[in-house]
């Protein structure tokens, strides 16, 4: 195979090493074996191009015309001529398909199925890839560059993939890259015959002679290349893993918590619209969660992730909160009064073993969670979140939460939040359309209070206002989205809470979206069933005396609570009795509504007192975390010292030359005097003069001292080590020379004189005669292994391996 050929086939095995990246992404991997063909066959007509040979722009119109002709016959097939010439109709069936593509990413998380139009993106792209790669690599001889078309293939996919993968598919993609490089070098090194290394003299290459044959001297720089990239692979996966890093995630993976005493740090998400409409809209509803309870009025036991609780007129999203470790026992729901009627509940919840994100879902208020992991508690939300990458995967957890019922009176008769409460959860921006508190004002006419304006609202958006359930609509939270939502009357969960969020703030009731699952379904044995297609947003309201309560305004998904439902009070005053406490009410130690300041306040610190000190865990908290320490100390060290390598060998290599020893004998003389001319050699590399070993020594110093403008002393000691290592090697009977050592630091205080800065510091920090290391290495790996062919213990492991020989 000729150095072209085995460059075009590197650079095809390169992008498909970089496509395998994408394989998260769809359901099905037949997409890839289709790439897999069609990029062989348009890498073959290069090859043939190149052989007959075609000029370069003829030869990547030729492959570019192939590529079309194979999409063409995968895909429109019955729109061209012949099943393979494009027409128009072609055309307009690719850009048919390519609109699909885009609306199936959209619409379809991952991993999403293998339609026609997502597999036309994927093997088009990767087409397109390898042609640019094999037009950088093979026809203009560039393979450094060509990993740029394969960095962005590799990035879009690592972006959209979850990341627990990532390093395997970076893995392969660098070693695709690497192998296009090495094909590179190797066809390099062929375009100029047999390749010497070693010393620059006589005696040096005899030395270097005896010990390699040829074939081992030109193929060690191709050993040298693989080992040095298998190295820098193994450093470009390790390093990370050492260093601290922040992960991410809500339904997207894209939020994280991290802290690191039980009440530090903070944590905050962004929006989950994309993702949440996904789930919906996916073919399969695959399961997610699987729970078993012990109420049997699951229809209100929605599993709540997140509250959105900013709204900043581009998005609802979470404010930045502090979190702290999970405690055994979560403070009392913010605004529940005892007069209120709960049920406790208690829930085991399995999820799914590919559901990975990193919050946790939960019923609201939970309680206590027993899990296993690393999770952080933010109390404000009573939220629970994944630190430090820890998710939801194939995780079992237990909850005890309670039902909260009240009764329409009782929200009814809700008196005012406090005013720190109300500022924070009324607060709407200047972006948002004046029609939203318009259209609120105008649905809730009539009412008497917040409550009896909670239930209008949900009722217009169920009931009476004409509104339409549509997963396909864009999905949006914004003030632009809100406002053509209530023009359209068309949307999701999504659109239907935030909008009735919005309106409820415009009224003066504080207001939230929560973001989870709806109940999901009853199975045979007992337990519920919680699928993608469950994934929902509803609004909450706040009510003193009760708390954060759900309404549910999207119609046909899930259910609306019982206190909406009822009759509503009447207006003479009276009220109905309030219902008694239960007796797990009545056994808790719950604080009276008269008290200024609740055990559960002081917990949180809003007396306005310093809070007190949690208890910590005695094994968390004693003695200093060196394990830590020295793991992130080890990386950081790492990070600082792999640049300077290079620098640090260049150093050790000039002070062992020229600290050769100083004996009289004329070995000693010959090494003295060879290591300093090497060193002479290679200084003036590191300043832009690289050596040529077909110059005889008195040409390569003057060729020193013209590339650095060296003149007085630095250009006589120059010619002094020519002469004295002339001398070394044709001289029949060679004397010592004197001052060697001081004549090359004359020469490379001279170089580093007439050098500018930038060149000074390539000198200093990346040498290039550093180079030689990868050339010393090859060597001495191969006298090794000559020694041990020589050895007695190789022959009688031969002998073992193959006895016959012995026999014969």
Same mark, same amino acid.
């Given at each position: 195979?000729?150095?072209?050929?085995?460059?075009?086939?590197?650079?095809?095995?390169?992008?498909?090493?970089?496509?395998?990246?994408?394989?998260?992404?769809?359901?099905?991997?037949?997409?890839?074996?289709?790439?897999?063909?069609?990029?062989?066959?348009?890498?073959?007509?290069?090859?043939?191009?190149?052989?007959?040979?075609?000029?370069?722009?003829?030869?990547?119109? *030729?492959? #570019?015309?192939?590529? !079309? %002709? @194979? $999409?063409?016959?995968?895909?429109? &097939?019955?729109?061209?001529? +012949?099943? /393979?010439?494009?027409?128009?109709?072609?055309?307009?069936?690719?850009?048919?398909?390519?609109?699909?593509?885009?609306?199936?990413?959209?619409?379809?998380?991952?991993?999403?199925?293998?339609?026609?139009?997502?597999?036309?993106?994927?093997?088009?792209?990767?087409?397109?890839?390898?042609?640019?790669?094999?037009?950088?690599?093979?026809?203009?001889?560039?393979?450094?560059?060509?990993?740029?078309?394969?960095?962005?293939?590799?990035?879009?996919?690592?972006?959209?993939?979850?990341?627990?993968?990532?390093?395997?598919?970076?893995?392969? *993609?660098? #070693?695709?890259?690497? !192998? %296009? @490089? $090495?094909?590179?070098?190797?066809? &390099?090194?062929?375009?100029? +015959?047999? /390749?010497?290394?070693?010393?620059?003299?006589?005696?040096?290459?005899?030395?270097?002679?005896?010990?390699?044959?040829?074939?081992?001297?030109?193929?060690?720089?191709?050993?040298?290349?693989?080992?040095?990239?298998?190295?820098?692979?193994?450093?470009?996966?390790?390093?990370?893993?050492?260093?601290?890093?922040?992960?991410?995630?809500?339904?997207?993976?894209?939020?994280?918590?991290?802290?690191?005493?039980?009440?530090?740090?903070?944590?905050?998400?962004?929006?989950?619209?994309?993702?949440?409409?996904?789930?919906?809209?996916?073919?399969?509803?695959?399961?997610?969660?699987?729970?078993?309870?012990?109420?049997?009025?699951?229809?209100?036991?929605?599993?709540?992730? /997140?509250?959105?609780?900013?709204?900043?007129?581009?998005?609802?999203?979470?404010?930045?909160?502090?979190?702290?470790?999970?405690?055994?026992?979560?403070?009392?729901?913010?605004?529940?009064?005892?007069?209120?009627?709960?049920?406790?509940?208690?829930?085991?919840?399995?999820?799914?073993?590919?559901?990975?994100?990193?919050?946790?879902?939960?019923?609201?208020?939970?309680?206590?969670?027993?899990?296993?992991?690393?999770?952080?508690?933010?109390?404000?939300?009573?939220?629970?979140?994944?630190?430090?990458?820890?998710?939801?995967?194939?995780?079992?957890?237990?909850?005890?939460?309670?039902?909260?019922?009240?009764?329409?009176?009782?929200?009814?008769?809700?008196?005012?939040?406090?005013?720190?409460?109300?500022?924070?959860?009324?607060?709407?921006?200047?972006?948002?359309?004046?029609?939203?508190?318009?259209?609120?004002?105008?649905?809730?006419?009539?009412?008497?209070?917040?409550?009896?304006?909670?239930?209008?609202?949900?009722?217009?958006?169920?009931?009476?206002?004409?509104?339409?359930?549509?997963?396909?609509?864009?999905?949006?939270?914004?003030?632009?989205?809100?406002?053509?939502?209530?023009?359209?009357?068309?949307?999701?969960?999504?659109?239907?809470?935030?909008?009735?969020?919005?309106?409820?703030?415009?009224?003066?009731?504080?207001?939230?979206?929560?973001?989870?699952?709806?109940?999901?379904?009853?199975?045979?044995?007992?337990?519920?069933?919680?699928?993608?297609?469950?994934?929902?947003?509803?609004?909450?309201?706040?009510?003193?005396?009760?708390?954060?309560?759900?309404?549910?305004?999207?119609?046909?998904?899930?259910?609306?609570?019982?206190?909406?439902?009822?009759?509503?009070?009447?207006?003479?005053?009276?009220?109905?009795?309030?219902?008694?406490?239960?007796?797990?009410?009545?056994?808790?130690?719950?604080?009276?509504?008269?008290?200024?300041?609740?055990?559960?306040?002081?917990?949180?610190?809003?007396?306005?007192?310093?809070?007190?000190?949690?208890?910590?865990?005695?094994?968390?908290?004693?003695?200093?975390?060196?394990?830590?320490?020295?793991?992130?100390?080890?990386?950081?060290?790492?990070?600082?010292?792999?640049?300077?390598?290079?620098?640090?060998?260049?150093?050790?290599?000039?002070?062992?030359?020229?600290?050769?020893?100083?004996?009289?004998?004329?070995?000693?003389?010959?090494?003295?005097?060879?290591?300093?001319?090497?060193?002479?050699?290679?200084?003036?590399?590191?300043?832009?003069?690289?050596?040529?070993?077909?110059?005889?020594?008195?040409?390569?110093?003057?060729?020193?001292?013209?590339?650095?403008?060296?003149?007085?002393?630095?250009?006589?000691?120059?010619?002094?080590?020519?002469?004295?290592?002339?001398?070394?090697?044709?001289?029949?009977?060679?004397?010592?020379?004197?001052?060697?050592?001081?004549?090359?630091?004359?020469?490379?205080?001279?170089?580093?004189?007439?050098?500018?800065?930038?060149?000074?510091?390539?000198?200093?920090?990346?040498?290039?005669?550093?180079?030689?290391?990868?050339?010393?290495?090859?060597?001495?790996?191969?006298?090794?292994?000559?020694?041990?062919?020589?050895?007695?213990?190789?022959?009688?492991?031969?002998?073992?391996?193959?006895?016959?020989?012995?026999?014969?």
């Amino acid at each position: 195979m000729s150095g072209s050929a085995r460059l075009a086939v590197s650079a095809a095995l390169a992008t498909l090493a970089a496509s395998c990246a994408l394989l998260p992404l769809v359901d099905s991997s037949g997409w890839l074996l289709q790439a897999v063909v069609l990029l062989v066959v348009q890498t073959g007509v290069g090859v043939l191009a190149r052989r007959v040979p075609l000029a370069r722009p003829l030869t990547i119109a *030729a492959q #570019a015309v192939a590529g !079309l %002709l @194979l $999409l063409t016959w995968t895909f429109a &097939r019955d729109q061209a001529l +012949g099943g /393979v010439v494009p027409s128009p109709a072609v055309f307009r069936e690719f850009g048919r398909l390519l609109s699909a593509g885009v609306d199936d990413v959209e619409k379809y998380a991952i991993p999403a199925p293998d339609t026609t139009g997502i597999e036309l993106l994927l093997v088009g792209g990767v087409l397109v890839i390898g042609l640019v790669v094999d037009v950088l690599a093979v026809t203009f001889r560039s393979a450094a560059p060509a990993g740029l078309p394969l960095l962005a293939l590799f990035s879009i996919a690592a972006g959209l993939s979850d990341g627990d993968s990532d390093w395997l598919w970076f893995l392969v *993609a660098g #070693a695709g890259y690497l !192998l %296009l @490089l $090495l094909a590179e070098g190797r066809d &390099r090194l062929s375009q100029w +015959g047999r /390749v010497f290394s070693g010393g620059t003299g006589p005696r040096s290459q005899g030395r270097a002679s005896s010990g390699l044959d040829g074939a081992a001297s030109s193929s060690s720089p191709l050993r040298t290349g693989r080992r040095i990239g298998v190295f820098a692979l193994g450093i470009a996966l390790a390093v990370p893993a050492v260093l601290p890093s922040l992960g991410g995630g809500l339904l997207d993976q894209s939020a994280n918590g991290n802290g690191g005493d039980g009440n530090g740090g903070t944590i905050s998400a962004v929006n989950p619209l994309v993702s949440l409409q996904n789930s919906l809209n996916q073919p399969d509803d695959k399961e997610v969660l699987r729970y078993r309870t012990s109420t049997t009025e699951t229809q209100d036991l929605y599993l709540r992730i /997140v509250a959105l609780d900013q709204f900043d007129g581009s998005a609802w999203k979470p404010s930045e909160r502090r979190v702290q470790d999970v405690p055994d026992r979560m403070p009392t729901p913010p605004g529940l009064r005892s007069d209120v009627r709960t049920q406790p509940v208690e829930s085991v919840i399995k999820a799914a073993d590919w559901y990975a994100q990193n919050w946790l879902p939960l019923p609201y208020p939970a309680s206590s969670v027993r899990l296993d992991g690393r999770w952080r508690f933010e109390p404000e939300g009573r939220t629970i979140v994944g630190d430090r990458g820890q998710n939801t995967r194939g995780i079992q957890y237990e909850v005890s939460s309670l039902a909260i019922q009240p009764t329409a009176t009782q929200l009814a008769q809700a008196p005012p939040p406090s005013p720190e409460l109300l500022r924070e959860y009324t607060e709407v921006p200047d972006s948002l359309p004046a029609v939203v508190a318009e259209r609120a004002d105008e649905v809730t006419r009539g009412a008497r209070n917040a409550y009896e304006q909670a239930v209008k609202l949900q009722d217009w958006f169920t009931l009476e206002g004409g509104f339409r359930y549509d997963t396909q609509v864009e999905a949006g939270s914004g003030s632009k989205a809100i406002a053509r939502f209530l023009k359209d009357r068309e949307g999701f969960c999504v659109h239907f809470s935030f909008t009735m969020a919005a309106m409820a703030r415009t009224l003066g009731i504080p207001a939230r979206v929560a973001v989870g699952f709806t109940p999901g379904a009853a199975q045979t044995d007992g337990s519920m069933s919680v699928g993608l297609r469950d994934a929902h947003a509803w609004p909450e309201l706040y009510f003193e005396g009760v708390g954060w309560t759900r309404f549910e305004p999207t119609p046909s998904r899930g259910t609306q609570p019982d206190y909406t439902i009822d009759e509503l009070p009447a207006d003479d005053g009276s009220t109905d009795p309030l219902p008694q406490p239960s007796r797990s009410q009545e056994s808790s130690a719950a604080p009276s509504p008269s008290e200024s300041c609740t055990p559960d306040l002081k917990r949180l610190g809003d007396c306005g007192g310093p809070a007190p000190n949690q208890p910590e865990d005695p094994d968390r908290s004693s003695g200093t975390p060196w394990g830590k320490i020295t793991l992130i100390g080890s990386g950081a060290l790492a990070v600082l010292l792999i640049p300077l390598l290079p620098m640090l060998w260049r150093l050790r290599t000039r002070s062992r030359r020229l600290g050769a020893p100083q004996g009289r004998s004329t070995d000693a003389a010959v090494a003295r005097t060879e290591a300093a001319w090497q060193e002479l050699l290679d200084t003036g590399w590191d300043y832009g003069i690289p050596p040529d070993d077909s110059l005889t020594p008195r040409k390569a110093a003057a060729r020193i001292v013209d590339g650095g403008g060296l003149t007085g002393p630095p250009a006589v000691a120059a010619q002094r080590l020519a002469a004295a290592v002339e001398e070394t090697w044709y001289a029949p009977h060679p004397q010592p020379a004197a001052g060697l050592t001081e004549d090359v630091r004359l020469v490379a205080a001279g170089l580093r004189d007439t050098a500018d800065r930038p060149t000074r510091l390539r000198a200093l920090l990346l040498p290039r005669s550093a180079s030689r290391v990868a050339t010393q290495f090859a060597l001495r790996r191969a006298a090794w292994a000559d020694r041990w062919r020589t050895s007695p213990w190789h022959r009688r492991l031969a002998g073992l391996r193959f006895p016959y020989r012995q026999r014969g």
